[in-house]
């Protein structure tokens, strides 16, 4: 049964940072590709980050310089560092993780976002 496990969200003030994880668990034995999505009311999910198992990270241009994707090996962890927070950032956050034994992608169920003053 695999897992993936989402934390960290909550009410951030605009400017400000959070960081976000995502622990991963069950039979993921080899991973392609691991990022983190968003979806905002009333807006379809969007990519915001992602990361390789060769340590190759890609941003969407509206959180590039903000945001950081990172992982940690040992723990079989993702994260998101988000810093300068707008508005704009406020949505639920996926975390992703694509098999690179069979391309079969799993989902989180996702950690709430708000930015507000």
């Known amino acids: 049964q695999v897992q993936l496990v989402e934390s960290g969200g909550g009410l951030v003030q605009p400017g400000g940072s959070l960081r976000l994880s995502c622990a991963t668990s069950?039979?993921?034995?080899?991973?392609?590709?691991m990022g983190w999505y968003r979806q905002a009311p009333g807006k379809e999910r969007e990519l915001v980050a992602t990361?390789?198992?060769?340590?190759?990270?890609t941003y969407a241009d509206s959180v590039k310089g903000r945001f950081t994707i990172s992982r940690d090996n040992a723990q079989n962890t993702v994260y998101l560092r988000m810093n300068r927070v707008k508005f704009e950032d406020t949505a639920v956050y996926y975390c992703?993780?694509?098999?690179?034994?069979?391309?079969?992608?799993?989902w989180g169920k996702g950690t709430l976002v708000t930015v507000s003053s």
């Open positions: 990361i390789t198992s060769g340590d190759t990270t």
């Open positions: 992703k993780v694509r098999s690179g034994l069979d391309g079969m992608d799993y």
């Open positions: 069950g039979s993921i034995f080899n991973i392609n590709s």
